[in-house]
């Protein structure tokens, strides 16, 4: 993997050293050295020095002061940068997706899906450049005018994770922009070389137009970046992609001083099968869901309940499929399941298992680590009111849980404390309504005879109870 990283990184711009930040320029960081491995074979992709806490003040310093100067330049005039942004993310797709495989893991079809999905916002993002529209009132008072007008914030800060590490950057930079925000984005330690590219694809556009320091990076440690973002006044508002506990604690000091935050965290997302469902869809969505991104994603389909006349031929047809998963390189096109994005994350799931096991769940499929980082995604036989149904394990685990009505089914689904994606697969129009109304689903995202993974352009992604309330793109 080393030598085909390095050719393709080469034909991106980047060498072997790379520097760990970027304001209005690349900064030689003064930071510990990273090394980026890929978790297909564990080589070494390349190594790049981090940012330190005064490399973090320059980023921060350069976007705030060009802060000013990019919120006045018009907003449809800031949409055709985006544009120009969107149409070298094109030219680069390919590239720029197989370095998110081989740096991420997922399948390079998914890696470059993701390329694509910031293609897809991009496009989105300029058309809101010219729909930036506020309101206009009657006002009470006799020859008074009254209307709202939304103006940018300042220079917003953006941390993103691992395992979509550069569609959701999108999702909020490239809205931020149009918007007349810049950006500072603390991208995760475990995918820095897909940021790096990313930066170096983006900032040429912007400084062809003189508009260098608009979108800024700093790839650094919590203690150095991190924690100083949360307390940083000059970023009035931080969006964070992560875990529920995390993002408790982004929440806890950006309000203390009265910061604004973004948050989508945790999933833990569920499917409802009725009796009258069409099997093999459910068998398809489940499948897709459950295993994609190796259950990497914050939409992956993480418990199935399935009413008792379908239970048994649900279950078949799912084990059935799963012993037909090509598990492997990612870069071959016939993979379907690439590997966890590290030897910590094989563990977190074999210890889950552990625990599902002692909680009184059966394993009725896989769930064996192979080599490596490479796992058998897993099939368990649960029933609801399991206290560990309720806990997010970020790995291919699907429950199976049977149900008698349809209550009971939209019961158990909603009884656990995330709220992010939902399906329900019917032919009944009467349960569709029920699971999309004050009745259903307590999830930001309820799909009826879809799966609950994915995003759709221009809907507002997020969720409810712990997975933050945040809305993006």
């Known amino acids: 993997m080393a030598t085909q990283a390095a050719e393709i990184l080469k034909r991106l711009g980047i060498e072997s050293e790379n520097p760990g930040a970027y304001s209005d320029e690349w900064i030689d960081c003064a930071g510990e050295e990273l090394e980026s491995r890929s978790p297909i074979d564990g080589s070494l992709l390349g190594t790049l020095r981090m940012a330190d806490s005064e490399d973090y003040n320059d980023v921060v310093y350069k976007a705030s002061k060009m802060f000013p100067k990019w919120r006045m330049v018009p907003a449809p005039q800031r949409g055709q940068i985006v544009r120009e942004i969107g149409e070298e993310l094109r030219k680069h797709k390919n590239d720029l997706g197989a370095i998110v495989t081989l740096e991420m893991g997922k399948i390079l079809s998914e890696g470059r899906g993701e390329v694509q999905e910031m293609i897809d916002i991009a496009d989105f993002a300029v058309g809101l450049s010219r729909q930036l529209h506020g309101s206009t009132m009657h006002s009470e008072r006799p020859l008074h005018r009254m209307y709202e007008q939304w103006h940018p914030l300042g220079a917003i800060g953006l941390i993103t994770a691992f395992n979509f590490p550069v569609a959701v950057w999108s999702w909020n930079a490239l809205i931020a922009l149009v918007c007349g925000d810049c950006v500072v984005w603390k991208p995760s330690l475990k995918t820095p070389l897909t940021a790096i590219a990313t930066q170096r694809i983006c900032a040429k556009v912007l400084e062809k137009h003189g508009f260098a320091g608009v979108l800024t990076l700093v790839i650094g440690k919590n203690e150095e970046v991190g924690e100083r973002m949360l307390i940083d006044k000059r970023l009035p508002l931080i969006s964070f992609t992560g875990s529920t506990a995390i993002g408790k604690r982004v929440s806890e000091i950006v309000s203390e001083r009265l910061g604004r935050t973004l948050l989508e965290l945790g999933g833990n997302n569920g499917v409802v099968a009725m009796d009258d469902a069409n099997v093999?869809?459910?068998?398809?969505a489940a499948l897709f869901g459950a295993v994609g991104?190796?259950?990497?994603?914050?939409?992956?389909?993480?418990?199935?309940?399935?009413?008792?006349?379908?239970?048994?031929?649900?279950?078949?047809?799912?084990?059935?499929?799963?012993?037909?998963?090509r598990i492997g390189n990612p870069m071959e096109s016939d993979t379907l399941v690439g590997p966890l994005i590290d030897e910590d994350a094989v563990k977190m799931m074999m210890d889950g298992l552990d625990r599902i096991r002692e909680a009184g769940a059966t394993v009725i499929h896989g769930g064996e680590k192979i080599e490596g980082c490479y796992v058998k995604p897993a099939i368990v036989k649960a029933v609801a009111g399991l206290k560990i149904l309720k806990e997010e394990i970020f790995a291919p685990i699907l429950y199976?849980?049977?149900?008698?009505?349809l209550q009971d089914g939209i019961l158990a689904h909603n009884n656990v404390p995330q709220g992010l994606s939902s399906s329900m697969f019917t032919s009944s129009v009467a349960s569709a309504e029920t699971f999309l109304s004050h009745?259903?689903?307590?999830?930001?995202?309820?799909?009826?005879?879809?799966?609950?993974s994915g995003a759709e352009i221009g809907g507002a992604f997020g969720g409810e109870k712990d997975t933050g309330g945040g809305r993006e793109s």
């Open 400 to 405: 199976i849980v049977e149900f008698d009505h």
């Open 293 to 325: 991104t190796a259950g990497q994603r914050c939409t992956s389909t993480r418990r199935l309940f399935v009413q008792k006349g379908i239970a048994q031929a649900v279950t078949e047809k799912l084990v059935a499929a799963y012993e037909r998963l």
């Open 439 to 452: 009745a259903g689903s307590d999830c930001g995202i309820a799909n009826i005879n879809l799966g609950t």
């Open 280 to 284: 093999d869809m459910v068998v398809r």
